[in-house]
């Protein structure tokens, strides 16, 4: 059963950086771990996505050079560093996982199959 579990949340102002980690495990297939988040009366919306395999990535246009995701396969672990923080980044934001034998990287929700509880970001202005 494939298991993901979040950490790195937080509160930090405007211009500041968090680190997200997203522990994976229960994986038969390759797979690609994305990010996505949900802002209070906002919908879930993809933020970022690497493959297991080749480490192709995925970014939404709001978070383009200052969000830069990273896998360490040795520990199943995707990492999400971000950097200049904006209040418009305030979210939950959540790890979620889609396995195939070629699977490939997507910002769209309903790909993904498996979801962690969430971690709240909250970013002061």
């Known amino acids: 059963e494939v298991q993901l579990v979040e950490s790195g949340g937080g509160l930090v102002q405007a211009g500041g950086s968090l680190r997200l980690s997203c522990a994976a495990s229960g994986f038969t297939l390759d797979y690609v771990i994305g990010w996505f988040r949900q802002a209070p009366g906002m919908e879930r919306e993809g933020v970022s996505c690497i493959s297991s395999s080749d480490g192709s990535t995925r970014y939404a246009d709001s978070v383009k050079g200052r969000f830069i995701i990273s896998r360490d396969n040795a520990k199943n672990t995707v990492y999400l560093p971000m950097n200049s923080l904006k209040p418009e980044d305030t979210a939950v934001y959540y790890c979620?996982?889609?396995?195939?034998?070629?699977?490939?990287?997507?910002?769209?929700?309903?790909?993904?199959?498996?979801w962690g509880q969430g971690t709240q970001v909250t970013v002061s202005s």
């Open positions: 979620a996982a889609l396995q195939g034998v070629v699977p490939t990287t997507t910002l769209i929700l309903r790909e993904y199959d498996y």
